[in-house]
C-alpha cells in the first residue's frame, strides 16, 4: 500500500520564528490533508490540498502531486501552535492513510 | 458544520470484556472510519466502511469487528478486549467526491484495558 513519510518526527522552536514540515508519499494520490492535533487529541483539519498552493492566515501548504510531496509551513509561530501535524493521502483504493507526524513544540 | 460524536471519551475496561465504541456523524456521509493512535505509530486504520452494512478491513483489523447498520452510526467492536488494545481510537467520516475525500474526525474515546 502507499507509503507516507513526515519529516521532522520533532520540532522544536522559539515563539516567532517559522517552520517547514514535509510530507512524502510513495504513489499518486486523489485527495492530501494536513491535520492539526491539539494537546487535547482533537484533530482539525488545516488543508484540503491535492495540488498547488493555498494560504490561511499564519499556514500555508503546498503540494507538488508530480514529485509526490507536500509542505506545510508557519510563519511567526504562537505557543498555540505546538501539537502534533499530520498529514493524510487518499489512495486510489478509498483507504486513507496518516504518516507518523511532526510533534510541534513552541517555546513562550 | 460536520459533526462527528463518539459517544465515550474515556473507559476502563478489563481483561476479555466485550468493548462498543460507537460513533455518529450528522452529515450524511457516506464513508467512516475507525483509526487507533498509539505513541510513535501515528493512525492506523482499523476498518472502513463505504456504505451501510459494507464495510472492509484496514491495516490492522485483528482483534476488532465493525458494525454498520444505519448510514449516520459506525460502531467499533473488541469482542474480547486485551490489554495490547489499550490506545486511543478515533473515528471519521467522509463524503465520497470524484477529486478525493475530506476527513472529518471525533473527539477520540481513550480506551484502557486492565
Known amino acids: 500500500g502507499i507509503q507516507v513519510e513526515q519529516s521532522p518526527p520533532d520540532l522544536i522552536l522559539q515563539e516567532g520564528a517559522n517552520s517547514t514540515l514535509r510530507c512524502n508519499f510513495s504513489?499518486?494520490?486523489?485527495?492530501l490533508q494536513w491535520f492539526h492535533q491539539n494537546p487535547w487529541g482533537q484533530l482539525i483539519n488545516l488543508f484540503y490540498i491535492p495540488s498547488g498552493t493555498k494560504q490561511n492566515g499564519r499556514l500555508s501548504a503546498t503540494t507538488v502531486a508530480t514529485e509526490r510531496y507536500s509542505l506545510l509551513y508557519i510563519s511567526s509561530s504562537q505557543t498555540t501552535d505546538s501539537g502534533v501535524y499530520f498529514c493524510a493521502v487518499d489512495g486510489r483504493d478509498d483507504k486513507i492513510i496518516f504518516g507518523k507526524g511532526t510533534r510541534l513544540h513552541i517555546l513562550p | 458544520d460536520v459533526k462527528v460524536t463518539q459517544s465515550s471519551r474515556y473507559l476502563v475496561k478489563r481483561t476479555g470484556e466485550k468493548v462498543f465504541l460507537e460513533c455518529v456523524q450528522d452529515m450524511d456521509h457516506e464513508n467512516m472510519f475507525w483509526y487507533r493512535q498509539d505513541p510513535g505509530l501515528g493512525l492506523r486504520l482499523i476498518y472502513f466502511?463505504?456504505?451501510?452494512?459494507?464495510?472492509e478491513k484496514g491495516d490492522i483489523p485483528e482483534g476488532y469487528s465493525v458494525s454498520r447498520e444505519k448510514k449516520e452510526r459506525f460502531s467499533l467492536i473488541l469482542e474480547s478486549a486485551s490489554t495490547n488494545q489499550t490506545s486511543m481510537y478515533l473515528c471519521?467520516?467522509?463524503?465520497?467526491?470524484?477529486?478525493?475525500?475530506?476527513?472529518?474526525f471525533g473527539e477520540g474515546s481513550w480506551l484502557t484495558v486492565v
Open positions: 471519521a467520516s467522509s463524503r465520497y467526491e470524484p477529486s478525493g475525500n475530506t476527513i472529518y
Open positions: 466502511s463505504y456504505d451501510v452494512k459494507m464495510k
Open positions: 504513489d499518486s494520490v486523489n485527495n
